[in-house]
């Protein structure tokens, strides 16, 4: 019983140092987020701070998460755009009633080297968090504009 232990335990250790090899280059982000920027608010309204890592797997392929706090994206990024999933807070201040899903696609520009801007349409209406019916979602789809550093 102890070697099968030992060995399985091998066998793990493996395989996430193989992974992390084969990952190709890891890198840490910070951006600046505009969420709602085609919303009711004048101009591009209060930017949140993000953190994320950003991972190569492939030639021009990019995986990678994201956080601001608030919301956890997991996403996947080409030289042409980004397909998104993850979690955001309600945003109700005081009442701890969870999070609801959120997709997004989008696409990003390459400013310079390790600069990039990005614009997201946030899809916020797939869950049934006001117990209404589909599509009656108190949170309602938006744009989101991006300011990120890959360092």
Same mark, same amino acid.
């Given at each position: ?45 209060? +930017? ?91 949170? +309602? ?11």
């Amino acid at each position: 019983m102890k070697i099968k232990k030992i060995s399985t335990l091998l066998i793990v250790k493996g395989i996430l140092l193989i992974s992390f090899i084969h990952a190709g280059s890891i890198s840490p982000t910070l951006g600046l987020r505009f969420n709602d920027i085609a919303g009711p608010t004048e101009g591009l309204g209060t +930017p949140t701070q993000c953190i994320g890592l950003k991972l190569g797997v492939g030639e021009g392929v990019y995986s990678g998460i994201e956080t601001d706090g608030a919301d956890f994206r997991l996403y996947v990024s080409q030289s042409f755009g980004t397909f998104s999933m993850g979690i955001a807070d309600d945003g109700v201040d005081g009442v701890d009633d969870g999070t609801f899903p959120q997709f997004a696609i989008g696409g990003s520009y390459n400013v310079v080297d390790h600069f990039n801007v990005s614009l997201d349409y946030m899809i916020n209406r797939l869950s049934d968090a006001d117990g209404v019916g589909a599509n009656t979602d108190p949170h +309602p789809d938006q744009l989101r504009l991006s300011l990120n550093i890959a360092f």
